[in-house]
T-cell receptor
Framework: DGGITQSPKYLFRKEGQNVTLSCEQN?????MYWYRQDPGQGLRLIYY???????QKGDIAEGYSVSREKKESFPLTVTSAQKNPTAFYLC???????????FGQGTRLTVV | AQSVTQLGSHVSVSEGALVLLRCNYS??????LFWYVQYPNQGLQLLLK??????LVKGINGFEAEFKKSETSFHLTKPSAHMSDAAEYFC????????????FGSGTRLSIRP
């Protein structure tokens, strides 16, 4: 089945550690996105990529990094510079011609 | 530049009542508009989309939305609410442009009273 997969579903991080969230899609979509969602709040864009080997900062990129070495993959690293990383992270992809975005099931990151 | 505004962060209706979730957009080019639904601890699922065809769009679970250019609105409606409709709903806008990205509203939490 085609889709977008995020892993892990739950992730715990100690303060000062970097962690990487995985996002893989087999939909052959060009564009991929990372969003952060806090309780009772909407989606805030962290990074997005519209083509392989290119990505742009979103509204809250500080403390995060990404790579787009393959069309299928768009991993997000939460660095120790992110002061409040506990949140629900959502990855999405879309195809320019189709326009709608497809979402993964999310990763809940907790700092312990 | 594009933006979307959802009026009301929380809407509560009785089971069987009309559901109306409001969305207004701003776009300098013809927009594509979407409604998504999110259940707790899950990703977003597409309810319906407008991509410049019919202005009245029907989606899943009995929802529909009407694109009104003169009012720059894309409100989501359902004639009769069901308990299973309780969720978070997001309106989004984009356009067919290589530089465009999807912009989401802040979301509306829908509660259903028995």
């Amino acid at each position: 089945d085609g889709g977008i997969t995020q892993s892990p579903k739950y992730l715990f991080r100690k303060e000062g550690q970097n962690v990487t969230l995985s996002c893989e899609q087999n939909l052959n979509h060009d564009a991929m996105y990372w969003y952060r969602q806090d309780p009772g709040q909407g989606l805030r864009l962290i990074y997005y990529s519209q083509i392989v080997n290119d990505f742009q900062k979103g509204d809250i990129a500080e403390g995060y990094s990404v790579s787009r070495e393959k069309k299928e993959s768009f991993p997000l690293t939460v660095t120790s510079a992110q002061k409040n990383p506990t949140a629900f992270y959502l990855c999405a992809s879309e195809n320019r011609g189709n326009t709608e975005a497809f979402f993964g099931q999310g990763t809940r990151l907790t700092v312990v | 530049a594009q933006s979307v505004t959802q009026l009301g962060s929380h809407v509560s209706v009785s089971e069987g009542a009309l559901v109306l979730l409001r969305c207004n957009y701003s776009s300098s080019v013809p927009p594509y508009l979407f409604w998504y639904v999110q259940y707790p601890n899950q990703g977003l699922q597409l309810l319906l989309k407008y991509t410049s065809a019919a202005t009245l769009v029907k989606g899943i679970n009995g929802f529909e939305a009407e694109f009104k250019k003169s009012e720059t609105s894309f409100h989501l409606t359902k004639p009769s609410a069901h308990m299973s409709d309780a969720a978070e709903y997001f309106c989004a806008v984009t356009s067919y442009s290589s530089a465009s990205k999807i912009i989401f509203g802040s979301g509306t939490r829908l509660s259903i009273r028995p």
